[in-house]
């Protein structure tokens, strides 16, 4: 794997619990750009503004529109529904898995989770989008 060519990667990070960011940026931030806003709303205005990550991590319930609503509006529109999304939640329920990834997620990881098992599975999903080479 070529790591060298990750930190021109951009991950959009969306969630609400401040301890869960700076988690999640403390894990990725030295090897991927990290772009976070704590609500799905933000999220989208960030997007619509021109700035397309290359992968959207979200958590399922964040304020204002949820991760399930993000998946969504993401995947209707024409110029958002190739970016990638990975759903975080606290929930374990096989129905919120379910209805994510039917919606078009990408993948769906419990918390408390892993760190490296999240880093792989971020791996698996840009390798697949051919953002990185195997």
Known sequence: MNLS???TI?????EDDVFMQ???EEILSTT???EIRSNGMDALAYMQN???PDLVIADL???KLSGLELIQQVKVS???NSVPIIILSGEESSDKR???LDAGADDFVVKPFNPAELEARIRVVLRRMGKLSA
């Open 61 to 63: 319930n964040t304020p």
């Open 22 to 24: 700076a988690i999640l």
């Open 98 to 100: 379910i209805k994510c």
């Open 10 to 14: 951009n991950i959009l990070i969306v």
């Open 50 to 52: 021109g700035n397309i």
């Open 32 to 34: 991927y750009i990290i």
């Open 78 to 80: 024409d110029f958002f």
């Open 5 to 7: 060519s990750t930190r």
